[in-house]
DNA sequence: AATGAATGAGTTTTCATTCAT
DNA sequence: TATGAATGAAAACTCATTCAT
């Protein structure tokens, strides 16, 4: 495989590990040639600017994980059943690509503004899901994207929270608790 | 404008407001010269460095805030009437002053791991007063870390949904709700 | 004595001291201003710029030395005489205000190149005492420039020495042993 | 001009130069990279500072200077060789590389605090061969250091009167005469 | 005379990108 | 494809000097 695409995936690899490690602005092409063993320039034959991987890894990502999650709540018809899938396949993910997912969280707040409201979305999926069990009355009436903001919040602050050492690893030992919680709190209602 | 305090303030406003806008490390001295209406050279007369400004700003007003969080929590006896009074501060500050609170989520990734475990954090009075909740049987039983990330979850990703449009402003209106969540997901539990 | 005289008084001891211990250009007005216990505004009510400073400092006491080593060597008809007093000059100099001598050596080779040869300069000083014992046949004949460089150069380095550490203190034990060297030196010739 | 050292020996030609003409404090990194013909970001692919090749510089130039003095005195047995070799070698350098040689001059007491002692170091050559001919009653005994400074002052306060034009080059005419003048000055003592 | 905040031109340094090899 | 030296625009930062008080 002489064509380059070892070098490409490299590339990748490395930049996800920096990103990560030091932040995306605080990242040099000198800081990815070395760590990647790579000349600086090389860096071009593959993306058309350092912005340009940026976006590539965000945007490929982003989509397969949504596409994911469409793929694993499908299998289900029940919201909780829904739920509870999506909870189990976001912690699969942290666990199995941690730094991957750090990314795409990290990136998400500069770039989500960018980002179409289309189905490629894992904010849109689970919005899409919440919807639906509120028309069926599986949960309580309230904003859907207040209901949404709730579970994303439920299952990316203890993402943090692993990251930061505060909550012991590995994701997936917590799938039942957080969805019991993101079930609670969206059965749950303000007034009584 | 004999002493340099309006000056000064001048800065922080508008560092506050340019950091929230484009970035952190996407505001350039001379972005926030211009803005300020002072001379790039000015702000090193108040700060040593654009660093030093950022990490005074969130210093500052990260602990200011832990220290209203624990005004408030202390004013109550039981779980309910300290996280009501904890989510209701929050969505306070939100609605009050925006800008600051967005510039602290902003900063609090990159800056959280260098800030000691004291009570001048925000997330340590929240994990106080969980840690206590739960002594007393007021709340189920499960990592601390946790179930303050849980709480933390169902407060600063409707932050966030808000800073999106995604939901719809003031964040105050969401107190009882959220504060419900918070309730119903602390009292879940995995089995049942 | 409330007239400033003691403000520029302060200026010039402390000046003095950064010059020599951490260089002309490598010393600001915002150091010394710090140093001196004055603002930096200060300065210019004593000077008109740093650089006057500089040159002020170097040229009163450049030509004071000069004066005093005229006094001094006139004082004696002979050579011996004439170099022994320029010598004992030059060590009651350095050991009664090291600082104020190493800023005029430090300085020297700056500012040299636009003094002028007049009687005002040590070096032309101790030139012309030269020139004239050459006439005299005191000494051998040689460029009267090459020989005021050796006195020059057994006075300077060994001033150099101490400031380094590499000779004892006080120069002025030297006094005699460094006036024989030069005498020797001035009488040598390289043919023989 | 593949590889970068054409361009680095651009840097180090004209850093010298420019050194030497308008001082180093003085020398900008725009003045150098026009001179040199680069950009001023070249400077840093060469370079980790402006400070850094000055220090490069001076190390690499003054460690050769002092290894080339250790060859030449080498081969002579008695003192009188030793240091006429000593002086040959020092005009030689004068003559061929005055650029360098000023520099060397000029930095050396910006930096001789921070040089160790070791044999890299002209000065601790001359110290040593003074050493070992005081120890053999070769010359007058006295402080080493005294006498070091006293043949490096006959040599550089010479070397300072050919750049200012006081004395006529080249230097090495006056070989004769300074060898003979720094044996008179060693053999020469205060008493008698 | 003294202050010290403010200035702004000038400095060093960074870094994404280009290009000859 | 890969290299890495070179670029140059833009960044952070410095600092002598000015000026309102």
Redesign the interface.
Known sequence: MRDGSNTRRKIQETALRLFVEQ?V??TTVRDLAKAAGIAEGTLYRHYASMNDLVQGLFTTHYAAFAHRLDIVQAAHTGFAGKIDAIVAEFCRFFDAETVLFRFLM?VQ??T??NIANDTNNPVEQLSQVIALAMDRGEISR??V??A???V???????A??LV?G???PPFSQ?V????????????????A
Chains 1, 2, 3, 4 share one sequence.
């Open positions: 932040g602005s605080e990290l707040h500069q989500l503004p309230r904003p994207g207040l949404t903001a709730m994303l919040g439920l299952l990316l602050q203890p943090f929270g930061y505060r909550i012991a917590y039942n608790d957080i969805t019991a919680a993101c079930l609670a709190a969206l059965r749950s209602s303000d007034n």
